[in-house]
């Protein structure tokens, strides 16, 4: 129970991994908002009500309280109604998980505007409203002298760290869920709030037709490392008061494996100690890149 009376928010709860973050926060005592707009895996589709429902009911099942939010977490007035939802059932917010999301997938030559924007909407700016609003919240808390001691848990992706093939959209907008997350974790400290970003490998909606062979189920009886629930003790982890010293991480999680990521950190370099003729960088270059790490390979690449 290392989450009990916490007041959380799960975007994008109603299936995968955050149906899967919700009913663990459940389990282990917090009251959980349920966001979910219930679209299909490319977004489209009419608002449907019932998946987040369906979450609020088996966590009222099990004895818990939630409560369904149909916000549009990529607008201000819906991230806006979403945190105080959360403070007018539950009496405040403690948690924010940002996970909703959607892919429309294709190579970069085919892929339309409209299709770039959609995906880097939900991800990218369906992270900034929510925390935005959160932080409003925190602050406040903070300026009237109530102790704050909350956390924001990101969603970002491999494919944010380390590119996709044919998820430019995604890839992109994941990458800036990391900025957004260090920047974050930079300005809300002061207020008692920790931001910290996680990198999931798991069988949802979005993941299964693209990686079809690495998300196959395995044989009865053996653990199925692509389960989303096994990336839910992280987020549930990072999301209680335990993990108060940890803030602007990135964790990759999948099956029962963690990694803290190592992100861009300034490596070798060369000072001339005055301006560089373009014929001269080609050898400094070299001599550089002789000194760094080989970068990991991007998804998908042959």
Known sequence: MICKDRVVIVTGAGRGLGRAHALEFARQGAKVVV???????????????????????????????????????????????????AVDTFGGL????????????????????????????????????????????????????????????????????????????????????????????????????????????????????VFAQAMARPAEGEFDTMAPDNVSPLVVWLGSTESRAVTGRVFEAEGGRICVMDAFRHGPSIDKGTRWNPSEIGEAVTVLLAQAPTPEPVYGAS
């Open 35 to 85: 966001n979910d707009l219930g679209v299909a895996r490319d977004g489209t589709g009419d608002a449907a009500s019932g998946p987040a429902q369906d979450v609020v009911a088996e966590i009222e099942k099990m004895g818990g309280q939630a409560v369904a939010s149909p916000h549009d977490i990529a607008t201000d007035d819906g991230a806006k109604a979403l945190v105080a939802l």
């Open 94 to 209: 403690d948690v924010l998980v940002n996970n909703a999301g959607f892919v429309r997938d294709r190579m970069l030559v085919n892929l339309s505007e409209d299709e770039w924007d959609a995906v880097v909407r939900v991800h990218l700016k369906g992270h900034f409203l929510p925390l935005k609003h959160a932080g409003l919240h925190w602050r406040a808390q903070s300026k009237a002298g109530n102790p704050v001691d909350a956390r924001v848990i990101n969603t970002s992706s491999g494919a944010g760290l380390l590119g996709s093939v044919g998820q430019g959209n995604y890839s992109a907008a994941k990458a800036g869920v990391v900025g957004l997350t260090l920047v974050a974790s930079a300005e809300l400290g002061r207020y008692g709030v920790t931001v910290n970003a996680i990198a999931p490998a798991a069988r949802t909606r979005m993941t299964e037709k």
